[in-house]
């Protein structure tokens, strides 16, 4: 354990994470989302290898990630640090994410917790991914406890503006997992999102357990954020046309 008391980086990797998702929308419309999942915590610089049968369950695409074009998830990590740091982190690397399942993955949110080599802890990457397709990097400095703020500048929800900032808790995944993301705006915080979970083996048989609860997983994710849009707009609530930030996503994006 660090001295604030959270755990140091798990050597213990691959493992899966038995996960529930919650979105909590507050405001203009009172809407709570509840779904289950499953997780997986690898090294991006040495993924599961699996036995041939089970790999169509668990594939770690670096086109998936990042700009898709870096040649392994390491490098596309290492790339973007690079780009963001004269002297980024180069100890070991924690991946939260979905695999890809059956061909498709959809992963609203990855999480890169990084270290200098001597364990301690370096910086956070959120990678995000909305349902245009599009992906954005947010570079964090969480404190002791975990907790950063970015500025919002990336759109995500089409019911909400690109505008205002997240508050996330991010402590480093252990026995449990407790992530929370809170979007506030002046005088309000419409919307969290957390997810908690329970470590276990990422062995064969609790990837077929895992995967046999929940059966095409990412595309599951995907199906439901889909859902829930079409039940807020149908409630009334506007959709907000946004710019495409940046340039245009790579031709890899795995959302359509």
């Given amino acids: 354990m660090s001295r604030a008391g959270q755990p140091t980086a798990p050597r213990a990797v691959p493992a899966l994470y038995r996960c529930e998702i919650t979105h909590l929308r507050r405001s203009p419309l009172r809407h709570r989302v509840r779904h289950r999942t499953y997780l997986w915590?690898?090294?991006?610089a040495a993924p599961p290898r699996l036995p041939r049968a089970l790999r169509p369950l668990a594939r770690f695409d670096p086109r998936d990630h990042f700009d898709g074009t870096a040649p392994t998830l390491a490098a596309g990590l290492e790339r973007f640090l690079r780009s963001r740091l004269e002297s980024p982190?180069?100890?070991?690397?924690?991946?939260?994410?979905?695999?890809?399942?059956?061909?498709?993955?959809?992963?609203?949110?990855?999480?890169?917790?990084?270290?200098h080599r001597d364990g301690s802890p370096?910086?956070?990457v959120a990678e995000v991914h909305n349902t245009y397709g599009q992906r954005h990097l947010y570079l964090l400095r969480p404190d002791a406890t975990g907790a950063a703020h970015t500025a919002k500048d990336f759109p995500v929800s089409p019911f909400f503006p690109v505008a205002g900032g997240y508050r996330m808790r991010l402590p480093l995944p252990g026995e449990r997992l407790r992530l929370t993301v809170t979007l506030e705006q002046p005088g309000q915080r419409p919307f969290t999102a957390a997810v908690t979970g329970t470590r276990s083996t990422a062995g064969p048989l609790p990837l077929l357990r895992a995967a046999a609860r929940h059966p095409l997983s990412t595309l599951a994710v995907s199906a439901a954020i889909r859902a829930h849009g079409i039940a807020l707009y149908l409630r009334g609530l506007p959709v907000r046309r946004h710019e495409p930030p940046g340039a245009p996503p790579p031709a890899a994006a795995t959302a359509p």
């Fill in 122 to 124: 370096g910086c956070v």
């Fill in 41 to 44: 915590l690898i090294d991006p």
């Fill in 89 to 115: 982190p180069d100890g070991p690397v924690l991946m939260l994410t979905h695999a890809r399942v059956l061909g498709y993955v959809f992963n609203p949110l990855t999480l890169y917790w990084c270290h």
